[in-house]
């Protein structure tokens, strides 16, 4: 059974200070998806990473793919209360005939101004 | 098109009473997942259509639910007799063949079961 761990599961930091957020698993995959949701919302999507060691940037976002293709982390520079909600990260399996995402409990985060 | 649409929002239940779901996908996705996700935890798998087939079903998907997809576009989830614990928010996602599994989802469908 494929499991996606993220840490921490909560997270309360001061607007401008920066964060690092980690999803790991044993299990190999072909993508991995970053959501962003917020209360009685659906996730959002961030981003995607399909290459082992993948750096993607988006704004204040910075993400990474593992070199194995097991773990990712998104770095939040300057947090600002807009960042608050729940991060997510989705692993896609690998050999399976369709796209089945796995998703982890997610980060909850919330940034006090 | 604007993404993936859930209706209702919100529905509230007595235990007992049976409830469905719609979603309509993204119009040119193929795929479509329904999920459940409760407070604090991630969204779990239910099952997936790739156009009007229901190609896997999770073993969170009891009896008491059934999914349908008729014509490959919009899909409704049914909750026969729901109980307390079916409480929770459901989720619709779609994605296209090819899209490197890039889901989106719809704003879901928040159950209250009293």
């Known amino acids: 059974t494929q499991l996606l761990e993220q840490s921490p599961q909560f997270l309360s930091i001061q607007e401008g200070e920066n964060l690092t957020v980690y999803c790991n698993s044993s299990?190999?995959?072909?993508?991995l998806q970053w959501y962003r949701q917020e209360p009685g919302e659906g996730p959002v999507l961030l981003v995607t990473?399909?290459?082992?060691?993948e750096v993607k940037k988006l704004k204040r976002l910075t993400f990474q793919f593992g070199d194995a293709r097991k773990d990712s982390s998104l770095h939040i520079t300057a947090a600002q209360p807009g960042d608050t909600g729940l991060y997510l990260c989705?692993?896609?399996?690998?050999?399976?005939?369709?796209?089945?995402?796995?998703f982890g409990p997610g980060t909850s985060l919330s940034v006090i101004p | 098109d604007t993404g993936v649409s859930q209706d209702p929002r919100h529905k509230i239940t007595k235990r007992g009473q049976n409830v469905t779901f719609r979603c309509d996908p993204i119009?040119?996705?193929?795929?479509l997942y329904w999920y459940r996700q409760t407070l604090g935890q991630g969204p779990e798998f239910l099952t997936y259509?790739?156009?009007?087939?229901?190609?896997?079903k999770s073993r969170l998907l009891s009896d008491r639910f059934s999914a349908e997809r008729p014509k490959g576009s919009f899909s409704t989830l049914e909750i026969q007799r729901t109980e307390q614990g079916d409480s929770a928010m459901y989720l619709c996602?779609?994605?296209?063949?090819?899209?490197?599994?890039?889901?989106?989802f719809g704003a879901g469908t928040r159950l209250s079961v009293l």
């Open positions: 996602a779609s994605s296209s063949r090819g899209s490197k599994n890039i889901q989106y």
């Open positions: 259509f790739q156009n009007e087939a229901q190609l896997e």
């Open positions: 989705a692993g896609a399996a690998m050999k399976t005939s369709y796209d089945k995402v796995i």
């Open positions: 990473v399909v290459t082992g060691g």
């Open positions: 119009s040119e996705h193929n795929r």
């Open positions: 299990s190999v995959f072909s993508s």
